[in-house]
């Protein structure tokens, strides 16, 4: 499957250097995902996008996703940025928020933010 996926890549994209696929390993099973609260779940996805959009350079934050597997939480969410942003300001921006965020929620396991340019 992933010889597939990244031979379609590759077709699509002839000049990248290199392809990286990653699977991350969750056990032996995969675990349905158990809903916040409302009330929780709608807090801190206004706060992310608040965090988020303190950088100028972050021009939103969208398709906030919440959930909880076990005992853990996990956050993602999309940005659009300028275009013209070199990839280390985007790192920063998105190291920052990530951070800022975290303090505000520390039992947060993962926050996984996707960077994308306008």
């Known amino acids: 499957l992933v010889d597939r996926v990244e031979g379609e890549i590759r077709a699509e ?8 696929t990653h699977i991350e ?10 809903p916040q609260t409302a009330e929780q779940a709608a807090h ?15 021009v939103d934050c969208h398709e906030v996703s ?4 076990r005992d853990r939480i996990y956050v993602s969410c999309h940005f659009h940025l300028n275009g ?23 039992q947060i396991f993962r926050v996984t933010i996707h960077s994308e340019p306008v």
């Open 84 to 106: 013209d942003l070199p990839i280390g300001s985007v790192h920063e921006i998105s190291t920052d928020v990530e951070d800022r965020f975290r303090r505000e929620f520390p």
């Open 25 to 34: 390993n969750e056990g032996a099973h995969i675990e349905q995902a158990a």
């Open 13 to 20: 994209a002839p000049t990248l250097a290199s392809i990286n």
């Open 44 to 58: 801190m996805r206004q706060r992310l996008q608040e965090i988020a959009e303190m950088h100028p350079q972050v």
């Open 66 to 69: 919440l959930r909880r597997v």
